[in-house]
């Protein structure tokens, strides 16, 4: 079945230090979602990607789908306590399952 | 804005029970989903619903598992006959269905067997 993982599982950084995570699919997505998982509660949608190359912003996150729509990678700048949580990428969507990644669990110090 | 509600926030249940764990989806949502994330992993597809049908199960929905829409704003997940693993945090999701729509999770039952 497909499989999707993350690199790194996790992440320490000084507040103010870039983060990135990196996801890879087994198999060739129709879309990519990111979501946000803080400590203790539950998924929260961040975007999704759909086309091959696609570059998304939200404020300091920047999203990227791969040009072969295996891979995706989301880059936070300049991170802040508040960004601390799991980020898992998501295979597939709209009226199918969800297929998560293996998360990246984000550790800021302040 | 309209949310997934689920209940219990916690459910403690000694093995061999059956559990019966609540969802109300978002009133104009058509699917519905459950999946768990047992602690320190990730989240789990079980199942999806559609049309008062499971449109599709993974490996993990044995027969053990059932879920019903047993009225107009509810959806269930039942465990028959619970075992120390099934100790987890459930999701309740939905969606409408419509291209790029995302899903839309509840906060989650922790679900503890003892």
Known sequence: GQQVMQIPQYQHVQEGEDFTTYCNS?????NIQWYKQRPG???VFLIQLVKSGEVKKQKRLTFQFGEAKKNSSLHITATQTTDVGTYFCAGSGGYQKVTFGTGTKLQVIP | EPEVTQTPSHQVTQMGQEV????VPISNHLYFYWYRQI???KVEFLVSF???EISEKSEIFDDQFSVERPDGSN???KIRSTKLEDSAMYFCAS???VSNQPQHFGDGTRLSIL
């Open chain 1, 26 to 30: 087994s198999t060739t997505l129709s």
């Open chain 2, 75 to 77: 959806f269930t997940l």
């Open chain 2, 50 to 52: 559609y049309n008062n």
């Open chain 2, 39 to 41: 602690l320190g992993q």
């Open chain 2, 95 to 97: 969606t409408t269905g």
């Open chain 1, 41 to 43: 509660g539950h998924p």
């Open chain 2, 20 to 23: 019966i764990l609540r969802c």
